[in-house]
């Protein structure tokens, strides 16, 4: 009779064993609520591939055009604010 492989892949939160990592990774999913960061950097990707706009991925697909100029020099400020205070940090 042939023996059984070990399982080879621990749940961190509970310990099950997986032999499989997508079986590993469903679990992680469906009973502790948890994604991988990797999968979701991956279909922000798939989803430029396949002709989406960024826009549609940011929720930013149903702002008007002045509404976007708005956001954009919101975020240029808040970014020069956080430029002079690392500059004034480090010195």
Do not use: I, Q
């Given at each position: 009779m042939a023996r059984k492989k070990a399982a080879k892949l621990r749940c961190s939160k509970c310990g099950k064993t997986?032999?499989?990592a997508?079986?590993?990774g469903r679990h992680m999913k469906t009973i502790h609520g948890q994604a991988k960061r990797l999968k979701a950097k991956k279909g922000r990707k798939a989803a430029a591939r396949r002709g989406r706009p960024a826009a549609s991925i940011a929720g930013l697909q149903n702002l008007s055009l002045d509404q976007l100029v708005g956001l954009i020099a919101a975020a240029k400020a808040e970014a020069g604010?956080?430029?002079?205070e690392l500059q004034k940090a480090i010195k």
């Open positions: 997986f032999k499989m997508m079986h590993l604010r956080r430029m002079t």
